[in-house]
């Protein structure tokens, strides 16, 4: 039997068709239903035991051999046109090109500010514990600090949650690294908060964190202003307001001129001309020693914003649920960047 196969393999591998109706006299010849390969699967019933697996193995080599034979032949008229020359000075339509969502874009320029200043990223999980989103951040059970920001726990174990700040990722760093540690943390953050045109129960954060001996307030100054002026432009006037954060000693908030010039400013500013674009502060010696840190030689400073508000503020978005839409007509907006 396997020499008969053999025959009928050298006869299919010969086998050169004119046009499409050889190939599919061909076809039912070989994988019709009462084609030669039938016929084979046939014999094979009688075939004795031992011999069963040569003569199965070299009848199903022949069959894919077949397949592969029929495969190879393609008198479509498809075919055939793609044979003339396409025009290649055609214009190629592109339909429904995406733009990049205005967080990425932000997000993206904020990291290349600071890591033109030496700091890289460092990213944690969006499912947190309490010791790294409050305890460790010098904010432990029943302290009133924790009202400040709603958090989602997760019902059967009120011990993990969402994370409600990405300064969760300033511990985890701090726990597995050690000074000098500049790092950046990108990411996204939940809240228990009334959605509305100013707040969401999901928005993005980015974290900032330097340790090292000696650093100073004067250097959170001095880098807050570098990243105003980078992002905001040369001319831009900061202001720091003293503040309270239970994770910084001396805390403050950060503003940015925006000025006066027409009603609108008037009214986002409150009159003042400032807008809020952060909140920092130098690194308590709490959180220092309960990430392994020794606060008495070393120091530092955080820092963290929300990507939406910055977003906001530099493309006068005035609405922040339009940013979790996904709704092409404001998306498409943010196409210069391709
Ligand atoms: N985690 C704060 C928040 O979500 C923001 C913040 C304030 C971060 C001060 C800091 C900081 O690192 O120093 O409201």
Redesign the pocket.
Do not use: L, R
């Given at each position: 039997m396997i020499k008969k196969i053999n025959e009928i393999a050298a006869t299919v591998k010969g086998f050169l068709p004119k046009n499409k109706n050889d190939v599919e006299v061909f076809r039912i010849k070989y994988l019709g239903k009462s084609g030669v390969l039938n016929q084979l699967f046939e014999e094979f019933k009688n075939v004795p035991v031992e011999e069963k697996k040569e003569i199965g193995r070299s009848i199903n080599n022949l069959k894919e051999q077949l397949k592969n034979k029929i495969s190879s032949f393609d008198f479509s008229e498809k075919k055939n046109q793609n044979t003339n020359f396409e025009d290649l000075t055609k214009k190629v339509k592109v339909n429904n090109l995406g733009s990049r969502h205005p967080l990425s874009i932000i997000e993206e320029e904020i990291i290349e500010v600071f890591s033109s200043i030496g700091f890289s990223v460092a990213e944690g999980p969006e499912i947190e514990d309490d010791w790294h989103n409050f305890s460790a951040l010098n904010t432990p059970e029943e302290h009133p600090a924790r009202d400040m920001?709603d958090t989602f726990f997760i019902q059967s174990d009120p011990s993990i949650l969402l994370r409600?700040?990405t300064?969760s990722v300033?511990v985890r760093h701090m726990e597995n690294n050690s000074p000098p540690i500049r790092i950046l943390s990108p990411g996204r953050v939940y809240r228990n908060e009334a959605i509305s045109s100013r707040a969401h129960c999901l928005f993005h954060?980015i974290?900032g964190l330097y340790i090292d001996k000696d650093v100073s307030f004067a250097d959170l100054k001095k880098t807050l202003l570098f990243f105003a002026k980078k992002l905001f432009g040369e001319n831009s006037k900061i202001r720091l307001r003293p503040s309270f954060?239970p994770?910084?000693e001396p805390?403050a908030e950060v503003d940015v001129y925006w000025g006066l010039k027409n009603e609108n400013d008037y009214r986002i500013t409150k009159g003042t001309g400032w807008l809020e674009i952060l909140?920092?502060?130098m690194v308590d010696p709490n959180v220092l020693e309960n990430c392994g840190i020794d606060p008495k030689k070393y120091t530092g400073f955080?820092?963290?914003m929300g990507i939406e508000r910055i977003v906001m503020l530099k493309y006068k978005v005035d609405d922040i649920r339009l940013f979790f839409e996904n709704d092409v007509r404001f998306l498409k907006q943010f196409n210069f960047s391709l």
């Open positions: 920001q409600s700040h300064s300033q954060q974290e954060f994770f910084t805390s909140g920092c502060g955080a820092f963290g």
